[in-house]
């Protein structure tokens, strides 16, 4: 069964400083991963995702997302944190079993950025 | 949030009773999934659905039912509503050439006393 785990209930990061939020997956076969974020009392919002091809993967808000197969993980990253990118952040891991595309999630990691 | 709405937004009710939760979306998406978010837990996935009356069960089934018997809608059913189904609910649908990623709703805010 695949698995998503995020190891940091809280990640707390100066505004301007660099921020990493850590996942590391398990999965059999080829991974399909994603981050989601989520603002308070709202729905997850998508922000990127790695499917194949380059390791690195761009997505909105100034997020990036660095895949590592040996070291299966899929850290979210971003080199100068706003106070507005405080919220919850869920990495996922897809399931393609029968029709559909099933996602497992993490429990998710809350990001604090302060002044 | 992806031409998806779900309502009620809020409910509260008792225990026993049955709750019906609704997500509509507007662009005819084939594929929709249920979804409860906890603390400790992150999101797990209830029901899904890959056309009309054609759904299939996820992770946490037990105690939820759901129906579609039009694209546009995709109903999660409490047939006897306990404490323990007090969650937010989500609805999904997906995209991209495989279907690979999902779009959720704003959420449902259910307590059951």
């Known amino acids: 069964a695949q698995s998503v785990a995020q190891p940091e209930d809280q990640v707390n990061v100066a505004e301007g400083n660099p921020l990493t939020v850590k996942c590391t997956y398990s999965?059999?076969?080829?991974?399909?991963l994603f981050w989601y974020v989520q603002y308070p009392n709202r729905g997850l919002q998508f922000l990127l995702k790695y499917i194949t091809g380059d390791n690195l993967v761009k997505g909105s808000y100034g997020f990036e997302a660095e895949f590592n197969k040996s070291q299966t993980s899929f850290h979210l990253k971003k080199p100068s944190a706003l106070v507005s990118d405080s919220a919850l952040y869920f990495c996922?891991?897809?399931?393609?079993?029968?029709?559909?595309?099933?996602?497992?999630f993490g429990t998710g990691t809350r990001l604090q950025v302060t002044l | 949030d992806a031409g998806i709405t779900q309502s009620p937004r809020h409910k509260v009710t008792e225990t026993g009773t049955p709750v019906t939760l609704r997500c509509h979306q507007t662009e005819n998406h084939r594929y929709m999934y249920w979804y409860r978010q906890d603390p400790g837990h992150g999101l797990r996935l209830i029901h899904y659905s890959y056309g009309v009356k054609d759904t299939d069960k996820g992770e946490v089934s037990d105690g939820y039912s759901v129906s579609r018997s039009k694209t546009e809608d995709f109903l999660l059913t409490l047939e006897s509503a306990t404490s323990s189904q007090t969650s937010v609910y989500f609805c999904?649908?997906?995209?991209?050439?495989?279907?690979?990623?999902?779009?959720f709703g704003p959420g449902t805010r259910l307590l059951v006393l």
């Open positions: 999904a649908i997906s995209l991209g050439q495989e279907q690979e990623t999902q779009y």
């Open positions: 999965v059999s076969g080829n991974p399909y």
């Open positions: 996922a891991v897809r399931d393609k079993a029968g029709t559909a595309s099933k996602l497992t």
